[in-house]
């Protein structure tokens, strides 16, 4: 019996190895439409700071990467039915989604907020927003918090399948507000030409009962092995300055948090 169990975690090890094989590539989910985080290049490439950690982790791991694109709402069941083997794409560590998956410690971090046209005016209850009509990415932290706090409260929720419908939807006056995280609102948005005469109103959206611990990599539940590998991978770039070498790239602060 002893023999047996010896056996079985031998396979299992084996089995979970595999991912870093040097003949298999480790494929790595990602929505490439959440700009400054990742994004297409008038090429075709993908670029922006979630492609850019992910390959440095890769190196740092020693591992093949392989992108995998996808719509964001389709990432986690991807990864469970094993299309992918890991979800690096600006997906905010939630109680909800550990039922589901498992996630690495987070790499970086980003309240939610409200953009609306400069001089708007939207108060803590958000009664100000009765009425009006708000767009925010589908199965996302902010989809839950418009889904359980504004449409209760009369607001109209319209959700999309990206950022960039939302702020094409913006521009044309079909929404009152676009609902997102701070960060990609700022730098994809905000300091855009398409940006001009729109600002943050309202308070900053923290509560982690809705908007988690950070941004984290999505595993398949189990595979500890591969999370661990992930986060020995992220210390060791915020330590060897591999990390704010990136960062430096897309922001001109510190994205990581506390």
């Known amino acids: 019996?002893?023999?047996?169990?010896?056996?079985?975690?031998?396979?299992?090890?084996?089995?979970?190895?595999?991912?870093?094989?040097?003949?298999?590539?480790?494929?790595i989910g990602i929505e490439a439409a959440y700009p400054p985080f990742a994004f297409k290049t008038p090429d075709g490439q993908i670029a922006g700071f979630d492609y850019d950690i992910g390959n440095?982790?890769?190196?740092?791991?020693?591992?093949?990467?392989?992108?995998?694109?996808?719509?964001f709402d389709g990432l986690i069941p991807s990864l469970k039915v094993k299309k992918v083997d890991a979800v690096l794409s600006s997906m905010t560590i939630t109680d909800?989604?550990?039922?589901?998956?498992?996630?690495?410690?987070?790499?970086?971090?980003?309240p939610a907020r409200l953009v609306m046209k400069k001089g708007s005016v939207v108060d803590p209850e958000f009664k100000s927003l009765v009425g009006k009509t708000v767009g925010t990415q589908r199965s996302t932290t902010t989809d839950r918090f418009a889904t359980e706090v504004l449409e209760p409260?009369?607001?109209?929720?319209?959700?999309?399948?990206?950022?960039?419908?939302?702020?094409?939807?913006?521009?044309?006056?079909?929404?009152?507000?676009v609902l997102?995280?701070?960060?990609?609102?700022?730098?994809?948005?905000?300091?855009?030409?398409?940006?001009?005469?729109?600002e943050f109103v309202g308070p900053v959206l923290n509560d982690p009962q809705y908007f988690g611990e950070g941004a984290g990599i999505a595993v398949r539940k189990?595979?500890?092995?591969?999370?661990?590998?992930?986060?020995?991978?992220?210390?060791?770039?915020?330590?060897?300055?591999?990390?704010?070498?990136?960062?430096?790239?897309?922001?001109?602060?510190?994205?990581?948090?506390?």
């Open 222 to 258: 189990g595979d500890e092995q591969l999370r661990e590998k992930f986060n020995s991978a992220i210390k060791a770039l915020r330590a060897n300055g591999k990390y704010q070498a990136i960062q430096a790239k897309y922001f001109d602060f510190d994205i990581y948090g506390e």
């Open 180 to 198: 997102a995280d701070a960060f990609p609102l700022n730098e994809g948005f905000l300091k855009t030409d398409n940006g001009k005469g729109y």
């Open 1 to 27: 019996m002893k023999k047996l169990v010896l056996l079985g975690s031998l396979a299992l090890g084996l089995l979970a190895s595999s991912v870093f094989a040097a003949d298999k590539p480790l494929r």
């Open 153 to 177: 409260k009369g607001v109209k929720v319209v959700r999309y399948s990206t950022q960039n419908e939302i702020y094409l939807d913006m521009l044309s006056g079909r929404l009152d507000a």
């Open 96 to 110: 909800e989604r550990k039922k589901s998956v498992d996630f690495t410690g987070k790499y970086y971090y980003s």
């Open 56 to 71: 440095a982790m890769c190196e740092e791991m020693q591992v093949k990467c392989q992108w995998i694109e996808q719509e």
